[in-house]
């Protein structure tokens, strides 16, 4: 290699170093660097329900075939997760040593979870953050789910709809005091509803803005909405 060959590599590599050393900030503040975090240091919580007929229209069709997924339970909304939430980004895998739900946990978790291995997976991803135990973290999804009420056009569906994502998340603005647009997301997945996500404020008392989740909304002018079965 000639010395102007080498001069060129050398500014190839620096300017690579100094973009990746400008870039790795934002990642660290997005929280694109997963798998820790400081038990009980977040901001708020967003609640994640899931449209379940969307989930069991995937891979969950076989993973919950006896128990989500089951045909006649007819699952609409069901609770994803409760996950503590940064600013911008999120925790997650907060604790080293894991403490396994106790079997009086796992049955708080029941009352809201559509299945214990989903509970199970949320405690351990998203609830060592939370800064609570296992009990109190599953009473927390219990009393945010409590306190969200579902439209009406979504409790019961007994057959298969469209609907713009703007009128989904219009229909549980209504029917929730005090939530806003900004409050909240609705995604999709292959042109089908997946979640609303909803966001709390950390001690569970009203809803919150949440700007980098609303951000998250589907952009699809309509979805489908599967009937629940």
């Not at 290699?1 to 620096?14: I, K, P």
């Amino acid at each position: 290699m000639n010395g102007s060959s080498r001069l060129r590599s050398a500014a190839r590599l620096a300017i690579a170093g100094l973009a990746l050393a400008l870039a790795a900030p934002e990642a660290v503040a997005q929280g694109f660097e997963r798998g820790g975090g400081t038990q009980g240091t977040f901001d708020f919580y967003v609640l994640a329900l899931s449209w379940s007929p969307t989930y069991c229209d995937g891979p969950g069709a076989r993973r919950e075939a006896d128990g989500q997924c089951r045909s006649g339970r007819g699952l609409g909304f069901v609770v994803h997760g409760l996950w503590p939430q940064y600013t911008r980004g999120y925790p997650s895998n907060c604790s080293a040593v894991e403490r396994s739900p106790t079997r009086q946990a796992i049955e708080v978790a029941g009352q809201v979870y559509p299945s214990e291995g989903l509970a199970r997976h949320e405690w351990r991803t998203h609830g060592t953050c939370s800064g609570l135990d296992p009990i109190s973290y599953f009473q927390a999804a219990r009393d945010a789910r409590a306190a969200v009420t579902i439209p009406d056009a979504f409790k019961t569906p007994e057959r298969d709809t469209r609907m713009a994502p703007i009128e989904v998340a219009r229909q549980f603005v209504t029917a929730n005091r005090g939530l806003r647009p900004d409050m909240m997301s609705v995604t999709c997945r292959g042109g089908q509803l997946q979640e609303v996500r909803i966001c709390f404020a950390k001690d569970l008392r009203g809803f919150t803005p949440c700007p980098e989740v609303a951000r998250q909304n589907c952009r699809s002018g309509e979805v489908a909405i599967d009937a629940a079965r």
